[in-house]
């Protein structure tokens, strides 16, 4: 005879979110449900279901571990606020805890007061003057292929359809324009390896590098304005290695080059640009993500940026801008975290911002 | 009550070496008992046993895992044989085995095959023309500081006073006079960390290593000729190092370079000629040893020359003749071992070599 099972029921506790609170109060509240990459459900559930009871003038969806939602009121304009809702790894440093005006924790500024700015005002203006579309996405923090909005971008493409594309990543609140590309390739030397003590035999790989690090040193970069924002470009060795032991002549060395470029540059072209630098080089591509223009001649980028009341300047590190921009959408960096304390143990929000932050939006939105 | 313990008789074998057979048969039985640097008690034992019972016309003593034997005839000059006994960690290698004229097995060339011909003949020539040091030594594959023949140097200095020293390291029974020295150092380029998107803000010091990599390239070593035997040096970056992460502008890069360098140059010359090289840099030794000039003037070194019928070339490896070099003794490498198969999984000595090795041997002592 098999052995009675009691009947359990599961329950899964989804921390209830006030949406209409002070959006400080809310991104005290996402922070402090932890939504590591990978581990987001958690949140996802408590997003969705706070979307659900309090904003029922929108539609809401889920896509995985992402929470969707838009208005449909026939606006001219749609725009669109996305937002990734993982974090980095926990670093000793949750829950939430405030020191006067800053609000410290994980994820602070890396993106969820973005994400609670997001998600307050999206619950509570029920009549925008632009439909409105939200995207809190998964996997932003970690490998592009499990990129959360990659896959939103494949599976759902209707629901990316904007006319602006504001994205909550750390900028101070100030208003930073499409992004620069990336691309990381790795230039290896060669040469033949012989014992150091009959050096002649060999031939050294390693100092073949030379004329690699002398053309990177005498690299004059551009800079490039596009809409106002200045692009500064930049072409820098990362990682330099070589060596078998200490009695080898090395016959092997590798130097990682990063090249972020304008988005003048097509990734294509930005390939073809540092292959011309390194003529001659085995070269082998191991990261290529394009650019994204600014956009901010788009009437909707006109403006936001109005309401804003101040001008744009240009994004230097990657996001995921770009790949709005890749789709025609003008894209805008706008969030209230500070991007020099993103990924760091004391990762913390200036509070006024936040607020400050809401309020633009608000303006522009409401 | 403690329960009993029955007595037992711990019987350590130590093998049985006929320092009288055949030097081909003599190294097979030296390489089929193990003796890994640190682990050479038992090999050592078997060598000092042996000695004992089988040349009784010598003096032998120990000094750790060392054994040490001499005739004391009153000759006029004495020559000292010296061989290391430990091997590089057995690579699958052993027992030893014979294919045709070729005998393999871990320590066949480095330098098993050399203690074999140095230990029949001190058996053999019970009234050699010359009076005749063993120094059997431990510990020479490792750290320098427990070298056998540094603790012998410094705990029976006379022990090491002789005309001539000839050590068996594998120089495929040529005469290899003296050694180069080798000096290996880091020098470190500098810079300042940024992220990669806002290189400007950094400084390269991997860019910077353009300049020490472009040394390099345009040294031009000496040949130096000391008795007869040509001397190449050598600069070599034999390592580079140097990236925090491929998104990070960095701030340290570390090229280590070894010289090899003639014995004409003391290990202080040859230092201060590397600091000239890298003038302008931040420059650590981690590693000095001095090279030994050949001494093939000495009267000693000249018979020793006539018996093997050939002419001295430089020895280009760093080898413990340069102990004795250093003691004002012309010191010679000369062994049956040959120097390119050491330390392989294929290690193996010619037969052929090892017996011609004993007949020059034989004719310059008997």
Sequence with gaps: MRPRVASATVTTTVPMLDLTADPVELTAALVDV??????????????ERALREQA???????SGAAV????????????LLAGHIDTVPIADNLPSHREGDLLYGCGTS???????VFAHLAATLTEPRHDLTLVFYDCEEIEADRNGLG????????????DLAILGEPTGGTVEAGCQGTLRVEIRTHGRRAHSARSWLGDNAVHHAAEVLARLGAYSPRDVDIDGCVYR?????????????????PDECVVTVNFRFAPDR??????????DVFAGYDLTVTDLSPGALPGLTAPSA??????????????????????????????????????????????????????????VLRRFLG
Tied chains: 1, 2.
């Design 34 to 47: 932890p939504s590591v990459s990978g581990a987001e459900a958690t949140l996802s559930d408590a997003l």
């Design 266 to 275: 097509s990734a294509d072209a930005a390939l073809a640009h540092v292959r």
């Design 302 to 359: 006109q403006q936001f940026l109005a309401a804003t009341g101040t001008t744009a300047h240009a994004k230097y590190g990657w996001t995921d801008v770009s790949r709005f921009a890749a789709l025609g959408i003008p894209a805008i960096n706008y969030g209230p975290g500070d991007p020099n304390l993103a990924h760091t143990r004391e990762e913390h929000v200036d509070t006024r911002v936040i607020n400050r932050s809401t309020d």
């Design 110 to 116: 890396d993106m969820k007061a973005g994400d609670a």
């Design 68 to 79: 969707l939602a838009r208005t449909r009121l026939g606006r001219d304009q749609r725009v």
């Design 233 to 249: 470009e930049g072409l820098q060795a990362v990682r330099i290695a070589g060596g078998v032991a200490g009695n080898v002549v």
């Design 151 to 162: 896959r939103i971008e494949r599976e759902l493409p209707e629901w990316l359809r904007a």
């Design 56 to 62: 029922p003038h929108l539609e809401v969806i889920r």
